[in-house]
């Protein structure tokens, strides 16, 4: 087999331009003697993990690449999986054709598993508990505090405000930059999402959050700061998106590499600990029991209805009805019409 890896994205171009993805897919498919099924495969793939090794690592070359930084993009995958953006086969076709492209030059130890983050074929809902513990939320919470200490830099208390709000009130990382929280009126218990909030789709939603003091914490935090924050939202003023969610994502990996014990840390994962816990009190609200999301319990399908007939006394067709109707309460809250979003983040 030829050694290619002297030479930059094995000898087919300088960065991942859309001629070298092009040459790298034909490439792949060659030596694996395949046909062009493949390398259309590797190319569309390789496209998307392309922009987000530059995105993210300012990679532009598959020789700097790392098996972290694959880990990386199948997190990034899953998100886009539970968001409804990919499909099952996507997801693993895409892990399955970068798992070809590195087997074929030579680095076999760049090797991912679709099943270990949840994104393989063959099975509608992971049921796998992708939130962040209280540990860990608030162990990076620590993180940004004693960055800020360190530094004086108020990018890591925004940071820090931006997780609480994740958290509490489900916001996707873009929303928790974006959302225009000096403007917002949180006088009550409602929030009220529009266009310039960073929602998906520009889709407006209005929910009660988990709680409200983290939202109103982060209004001060920007009201206190705004020579920073001049657009009203926790996005320094001179930085646009794309640059502070590169930050934001940097520091992430830095805590984890001085937090071991904290290496499953992700920010999508404070949107599956809100989801869980909306999922908990709803049942409480209706029941006067608070249920536990499937993937908590580890009870499915009937054995999860079965455990809530036994804890509500309901018959099992309006246990199961309810459960209907709290996984699309889940899923509006989390900006999603389709009560199979919420099945995604609660487990079925």
């Known amino acids: 087999m030829a050694n290619y890896r002297n030479a930059r994205n094995f000898g087919n171009g300088k960065t991942l331009s859309a001629f070298t993805v092009r ?3 034909r490439q792949t ?29 300012g990679i532009r070359y598959l020789e700097k ?11 990034s995958l ?23 492209l590195f087997a074929t030059h030579d680095r076999s130890d760049l090797n991912l598993s679709a099943k270990a983050f949840g994104i393989e074929r063959g099975t509608k809902f992971s049921n796998l508990n992708l939130a962040n513990t209280p540990d860990s939320q608030e162990a990076f919470k620590s993180f940004c505090q004693a960055r800020f200490n360190q530094t004086g830099d108020v990018r890591y208390q925004a940071l820090k405000h931006s997780v609480t709000i994740q958290a509490e009130a ?61 657009k ?28 071991p014990e904290h290496a499953s840390y992700h920010f999508h994962g404070n949107r599956h600990d809100f989801a869980h816990r909306e999922y908990s009190k709803a049942w409480k609200q209706k029941t006067g029991v608070a249920i536990q999301a499937p993937v908590i319990s580890g009870a499915y399908g009937k054995d999860h209805i079965r455990n809530v007939t036994e804890s509500t006394k309901l018959d099992a067709n309006k246990a199961a009805e309810i459960n209907k109707a709290i996984n699309l309460e889940v899923a509006e809250k989390l900006g999603h019409h389709r009560v199979e979003s919420s099945y995604s983040y609660c487990g079925k």
């Open 65 to 75: 690449v790392e098996i972290h930084h694959l880990e990386s993009w199948a997190e």
């Open 170 to 230: 489900g916001l996707r990382f873009r929303e928790s930059t974006q959302i225009k929280i000096a403007g917002k009126n949180l006088s009550g218990n409602r929030l009220h999402l529009v266009k310039g909030d960073g929602v998906k789709n520009g889709q407006p939603r209005s929910f009660e959050p988990n709680r409200m003091e983290g939202l109103r914490s982060a209004k001060a935090f920007v009201h206190e700061n705004r020579s920073v924050f001049g």
């Open 23 to 25: 040459n790298l897919s």
């Open 232 to 259: 009203g939202s926790l996005i320094p003023v001179e930085a646009t998106y794309r640059e502070y969610k590169a930050w934001a994502y940097d520091q992430v990996e830095a805590f984890r590499k001085v937090s």
């Open 29 to 57: 498919s060659t030596l694996a003697n395949r046909g062009d099924a493949l390398a259309l495969k590797v190319q569309s793939a390789l496209k998307d993990l392309g922009r987000h090794l530059r995105e993210r690592f």
């Open 78 to 100: 899953q998100g886009r999986l539970v968001e409804g953006e990919f499909s099952r086969s996507t997801t693993s076709s895409y892990i399955s054709a970068v798992n070809t």
